[in-house]
């Protein structure tokens, strides 16, 4: 689903693309950082009891849902 225009669209990349490297680089880790803490509040109100070792764990097996690059974590035992 798109409801954005395609004129704000381009307008909206022209201004992305304006930011230098470092700039479209932090603004990516600002995104991660964000869905990391939505992804954290969700498990908490599903899992109230759980501790911040059982919230990692559940972050990481929600990412390797849609990231076979973490198929390492088996090895690690806490999942």
Known sequence: MNDTS?????????IIMAK???ERFFMGLEMIESGYALMTVGIKMEHPGFSEKEIKCE???RLRKTDPTLAWTDSLGLL
Request: hydrophobic share 25%.
């Open 6 to 14: 395609p004129e704000i669209e381009k307008v909206y990349k022209e």
């Open 20 to 22: 230098s490297n470092e």
């Open 59 to 61: 972050i990481i097996k």
